[in-house]
Nanobody
């Protein structure tokens, strides 16, 4: 079955960096469009970034220029390098392939001084 395992979250001060990882399984990873999402405390889950199989990337306006998404198809893994973090980046981060209804457990990112 489709599964996602996110990792790499933690507590970081404003202006700091984190690198998230997400391993996907149970689907043709290298052929699928992958996405990153996040759920801020008390709010709905929101889209963050999309990674196409050919390498194209798209970001939501609030993270463009600060976050960099990438994928390693050999490892069935997507990454999210997050720099210049802000308190409003706090939330649980998830990855998913487009068309799936499955979510992983997510990884908590907290940006606070």
């Amino acid at each position: 079955q489709v599964q996602f395992v996110e990792s790499g979250g933690g507590l970081v001060q404003p202006g700091g960096s984190l690198r998230l990882s997400c391993v996907g399984s149970g689907f043709p990873f290298s052929d699928d469009i992958m996405t990153w999402h996040r759920q801020p405390p008390g709010k709905a889950r929101e889209w963050v970034a999309t990674l196409w199989p050919g390498g194209a990337l798209m970001y939501t306006d609030s993270v463009r220029g600060r976050f960099t998404a990438s994928r390693d198809n050999a490892k069935n893994t997507v990454y999210l390098q997050m720099d210049s973090l802000k308190p409003e980046d706090t939330g649980v981060y998830y990855c998913q392939n487009v068309g799936s209804t499955t979510w992983g457990q997510g990884t908590q990112v907290t940006v606070s001084s």
